[in-house]
């Protein structure tokens, strides 16, 4: 059975981070820990009771395709209408359409939640709120009034709508066409990927769609965005007809059964009615507001499978009675937890699942004070390292979340490889999060060919300051962690002197430096773990003496866990960013 690891979640929010100060931004006065508390525990209540027993059945049967439409797996209505009853679908969105205004990085707690135990009911609700923060951004005064408080609170639902058949990561070669008519548009063109693009859930679904106009130009410059309802809406906020929006298949794809991945075909006679959003020609820029926003939800879903899956193996790995641990009597047996190997791979799961959890957080409240501090220079630096850390946020927490899977299969044993178990689930769902909203190499082009080179280092030459300023200054005065933050100080050094050697590759040698992109995210992202997991430390080691000493024992012993056994392999990629770009470089695609 799931349980919400809300302590966990807890110490991260008010100890590690100490969120309860965005208290002091204008907009998020009525924020507190009491508030985050309350919520948080509502929504784990939620994820354990309605959300979670939903999770098995909806792999077994997922989403069902009809001529009529998408019909939703078993149980996933009833789960919603209660979702929408609590009010969930509002948390975080401007009080000006009925949303609750709560910090993102609360948003980013109680989303964990979700993905842990349902990622594919999780995945409708994070686009939709998506698709509300792009129309608050972007979208006229008329547009928001008419669709905005509808999908606030969850009585519509919205998509992204992208790819298409020849138009994957790249969006300059999408064909959708759209020709004006009046005040509006009509679209034509077939869509596919479309996470929750139809289904029963909702009276409408409000699909931002990327498209081109007759006449524009090719290439990105020439992309525009649109809305287009699954049924159209009067004037007066009513329903009218259906518009052209048809549901061709859903995909059979690896896991998420339950979540529906759609054919679109829009515009197959007349056109579907769509309306533009903003400037034309300004599509992709917009477009992006609503996947930057889904990149660090996607980060989060990588770890919240993750947490799903220790927890799962650690159960197991409790009860399930196997052989006889070093130093037993002989002739007995007991739990494998017993064995060491076991304990290393569950510490392997713990502390790689709390190093994400504390990044990803970490890197929402970024976000947080960039857009709420009253300090200008505080919402500029705030701004840069949340930008900065997003691809890192996303690539590294789905990368571990599909290592912390495969070893909760491992931990099993052969029994993990069964799916009555349930640990196979989580490796099957979890694998989509390193590609949507871009694969593991796209991030760490976005990393480096944008984030890094904007600014000729300065966002990432400031964390690593910081970084090496707050571990100095740990190591002298935390005497039992001491250890835990020399290993974390000294993978700091590790990233320096790879991103030194990264800044001349891509001044002189774009293409070496890009070879290596995605080592070098993931050198970011086991290096910033391990300052987030030596901080907790310090912080832990100061509450020894309190009533929760088993929790903050753990919280020492999961750091040291880290820095040693994880940290080292801050070197080894630090050597592949200096030393092993050439060898892609080098060797001509024929070759391969």
């Keep these: 059975m799931y349980r919400a690891p809300l302590r966990e979640m807890r110490f991260v929010l008010e100890e590690l981070l100490g969120a309860g100060a965005l208290s002091k931004c204008p907009q998020f006065a009525e924020y507190s820990d009491e508030l985050a508390r309350s919520v948080l525990e509502e929504a784990g209540h939620f994820a354990q009771e309605v959300l979670e027993p939903l999770n098995r059945p909806g792999d077994v049967e997922g989403a069902r395709w009809t001529p009529q439409g998408v019909v939703a797996a078993p149980g996933f209505r009833a789960a919603y209408e209660q979702f929408v009853a609590g009010g969930w679908p509002a948390l975080g969105s401007d009080p000006k359409y009925g949303g609750q205004p709560v910090p993102r990085v609360l948003v980013s707690a109680v989303g964990e939640l979700w993905g842990s135990a349902n990622l594919a009911f999780k995945l409708g609700p994070m686009l939709t709120h998506g698709a509300v923060h792009a129309l608050e951004l972007t979208g006229t005064e008329e547009q928001k009034a008419r669709y905005l408080p509808k999908m606030v609170s969850g009585e519509w639902s919205g998509t992204m709508v992208l790819t298409e058949p020849q ?73 009218g007809e259906r518009n052209e929006v048809r549901c061709l298949s859903i995909e059979k794809k690896l896991g998420i059964h339950a979540s529906p991945t759609c054919v679109l075909a829009f515009g197959e006679r007349s056109g579907a009615v769509a309306h533009l959003i903003g400037e034309p020609g300004r599509g992709l820029e917009y477009m992006f507001i609503m996947m930057n926003s889904a990149r660090l939800s996607v980060g989060s879903e990588g770890y919240a499978v993750g947490e799903r899956a220790f927890q799962r193996a650690a159960e197991w790995a409790r009860t399930r009675v196997q052989g006889r641990p070093p130093g037993a009597e002989r002739g007995s047996s007991a739990p494998i937890i017993q064995h060491p190997d076991v304990r290393r791979m569950l510490l392997m799961m713990k502390s790689q699942t709390e190093a994400s959890r504390a990044l990803i957080l970490y890197t929402a409240m970024q976000f947080d004070l960039a857009a709420g501090s009253p300090d200008p220079a505080v919402r500029a630096a705030a701004l840069a390292r949340g930008e900065l850390l997003t691809p890192i946020a996303k690539g590294w ?91 974390a100080l000294e993978a700091v050094g590790h990233l320096r002197r790879a991103t030194q050697a990264l800044g001349k590759a891509l001044a002189t040698q774009p293409e070496t430096a890009l070879s290596v992109s995605v080592p070098y995210l993931k050198l970011c992202g086991y290096v910033a773990g391990g300052w987030l997991l030596a901080k907790s430390a310090a912080v832990a080691e100061g509450q020894m003496d309190g009533a929760e000493r088993e929790f903050y024992t753990a919280k020492i012993h999961t750091a040291a866990f880290y820095a040693a056994q994880v940290l080292p392999l801050a070197a080894a990629l630090a050597s592949v960013v200096e030393n092993g770009g050439a060898s892609v470089a080098g060797t001509d695609a024929a070759l391969v």
């Design 397 to 487: 927490c789905t990368e571990l979340g599909n290592e912390v899977a495969g070893t909760g299969v491992q931990v099993h044993g052969g029994m993990g490889f069964i799916e009555e178990t349930g640990a196979a689930q989580y490796v099957r769902d979890v694998r989509i999060t390193t590609i949507y909203e871009g694969t593991t190499g796209i991030q760490s082009n976005d990393l480096i060919g944008r984030k890094i080179a904007r600014d000729r280092g300065a966002a990432i030459s400031a964390f690593i300051t910081e970084m090496t300023t707050e571990l100095d200054g740990l190591a002298a005065v935390e005497e039992l962690v001491d250890g835990t933050c020399r290993a």
């Design 167 to 239: 138009a994957g990561s790249d969006l300059g070669a999408v064909r959708t066409r759209a020709v004006p008519e009046g005040d509006h548009y009509r679209l034509f063109g077939q869509k596919i990927f479309i996470t929750w693009g139809d289904h029963d859930l909702t009276a409408n679904i409000i699909h931002m769609v990327l498209g081109r106009i007759e006449g524009a130009p090719s290439g990105v410059k020439g992309i525009s965005l649109f809305i287009v309802p699954k049924v159209l809406v009067n004037a007066d906020g009513s329903l």
